[in-house]
C-alpha cells in the first residue's frame, strides 16, 4: 500500500462586489464585443475597499474545511498560491493559519502566479506522501485588482479577485490509477520567459509594488504549447489517455487558450469546467474556484478522473491527476 492525497472538502469564495464589461468601458477604451469575442470574460469580481487576499483565502479555507468536516486545529499544513499577498512579510497563509484555529504544523505562500495552486498542490500531496503532513489545506487567492494598471486597457479587463482551497487527508492507495487521490504532479518553469509577463515593482528591485505588464500575444503562443505538453506528461505517467479524462478543470485566463489546448489533445469542450465568463482570470484561485463550482454542484462526482492545469508568469506551468 502507499500513502495518496485525497482530496476531502473544496470551498471558494468570490467578493460580492460584481464588475462587468459595460462598467469597464467608463474607465477604459474597451467594448463588451471585444472582450468577450478575444477572451470570453463578461464579469469579474472584486474585493472591496480594505478586503485583503488574507480575507479571501481564509473564507474559501473555512469552507473547505466544513465540508470536509474537519477543524482548523487538526490540520498540520496550509499552503497558499498567491502572487498577491497581503504583506511582502510574513506569508499570508499565516494569517489563515491563526484564523482557522491551526496552531501547530507549518503555513507558508508559495509564489508561482497563475500556476500558484497546482505548484501548492504538488507540494501538499509531497509532503502527505512523505508522512510530513497528515491535513493540509491547499489554498489559491488573489487581489488582482490590486496590481492592475487601470489605464491599461490591454491587461486590466482580463483579471478578477477570489480565492479557492482544498483540503488533503493522507490515504492509502495501491499505486494504480484506480486509486482515490491524487495520482500524480507535474511541474514546470522557464525562467528565459521571465519579462513576457511579470510586475514591474517589488521590495528588491523598485520599492514600489508594481502593474501587471504582458506580452499578450507571446503568453497566448508558449500556453497552448506549455499545456498540451504538461497533459501529455500526466496522462502518459500514469498510463493513461485522454478519453479516461472526466473532467479537465483548467486555468482559466482566456477562452480561446482553454479551446485550443482542448483541440491539440482531442478533448471535447463538454468535458472542460469554465468560470472565466463569470470570474475571469483569478490567476492562483481559478483552478480551486472552478473545482469547488464543479464538485459544489455535483459535475464532479466521486471515482471520477479529473485533469488540473495551469500555466502563468515566470513562465511556470503545471498539472496534476486527480481521482476524486
Ligand atoms: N479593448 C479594445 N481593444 C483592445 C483592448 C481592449 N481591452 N486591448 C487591446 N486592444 C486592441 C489593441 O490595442 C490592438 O489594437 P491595434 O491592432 O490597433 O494595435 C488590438 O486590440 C489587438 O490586440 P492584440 O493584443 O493583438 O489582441 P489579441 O487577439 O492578441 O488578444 C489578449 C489580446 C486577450 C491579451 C490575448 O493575447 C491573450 O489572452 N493572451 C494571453 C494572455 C493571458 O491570458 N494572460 C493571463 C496571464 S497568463 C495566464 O494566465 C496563461
Redesign the pocket.
Known amino acids: 500500500m502507499i500513502v495518496r492525497s485525497r482530496i476531502v472538502g473544496c470551498g471558494s469564495y468570490l467578493p460580492s462586489r460584481l464588475v462587468t464589461n459595460d462598467d469597464l468601458t467608463k474607465i ?4 463588451d464585443e ?2 468577450v469575442e ?2 470570453g470574460i463578461r464579469q469579474r469580481h472584486l474585493a472591496a475597499e480594505g478586503e485583503t487576499t488574507s480575507d479571501l483565502a481564509t473564507a474559501a479555507a473555512l469552507q473547505a474545511l466544513e465540508r470536509a468536516g474537519i477543524k482548523g486545529s487538526d490540520v498540520d499544513l496550509i499552503v497558499l498560491g498567491t502572487a498577491t499577498p497581503d504583506h511582502t512579510f510574513p506569508a499570508t497563509a499565516t494569517k489563515v493559519q491563526a484564523r482557522i484555529g491551526m496552531t501547530g504544523g507549518a503555513a507558508f505562500d508559495v509564489q508561482a502566479v ?1 500556476s500558484g495552486f497546482i505548484y501548492a498542490l504538488a507540494i501538499a500531496d509531497n509532503f502527505i506522501r512523505t508522512g510530513q503532513a497528515k491535513t493540509a489545506v491547499v489554498i489559491g487567492a488573489e487581489t488582482f485588482s490590486r496590481i492592475l494598471d487601470w489605464s491599461d ?2 491587461s486590466c ?2 483579471f478578477g479577485d477570489g480565492a479557492g482551497a482544498v483540503v488533503l487527508r493522507a490515504g492509502e492507495g495501491e499505486g494504480t490509477s484506480r486509486d482515490r487521490g491524487i495520482l500524480s504532479t507535474h511541474l514546470h518553469s522557464d525562467g528565459r520567459h521571465h519579462d513576457l ?1 511579470l510586475v514591474d515593482g517589488g521590495p528588491s528591485s523598485t520599492q514600489t509594488v508594481g502593474h501587471i505588464r ?1 506580452a ?2 507571446e ?2 503562443r508558449h ?1 497552448i504549447a506549455n499545456l498540451s505538453s504538461v497533459v501529455g506528461e500526466a496522462l502518459a505517467a500514469n498510463g493513461l489517455g485522454a478519453a479516461d479524462i472526466d473532467w479537465v478543470v483548467p ?1 482559466q ?2 477562452q ?2 482553454l479551446e485550443g489546448t482542448a483541440k491539440k489533445l482531442g478533448l471535447s469542450m463538454e468535458r472542460m469546467v469554465g468560470t472565466l465568463d463569470r470570474h475571469a ?1 483569478t ?1 492562483a484561485a481559478s483552478v480551486p474556484l472552478a473545482l469547488a463550482e464543479a464538485v459544489g454542484d455535483g459535475r464532479i462526482k466521486e471515482g471520477q478522473l479529473v485533469l488540473l492545469e495551469a ?3 515566470g513562465f511556470t506551468w503545471g498539472a496534476g491527476l486527480v481521482r476524486m
Open positions: 477604459v477604451d474597451t467594448s471585444w472582450i478575444r477572451s497563475c486597457r490591454t479587463v482580463l509577463l504582458m499578450g500575444r503568453v497566448f500556453a486555468h485566463a482566456n480561446r487558450i482570470n490567476s500555466m502563468g508568469g
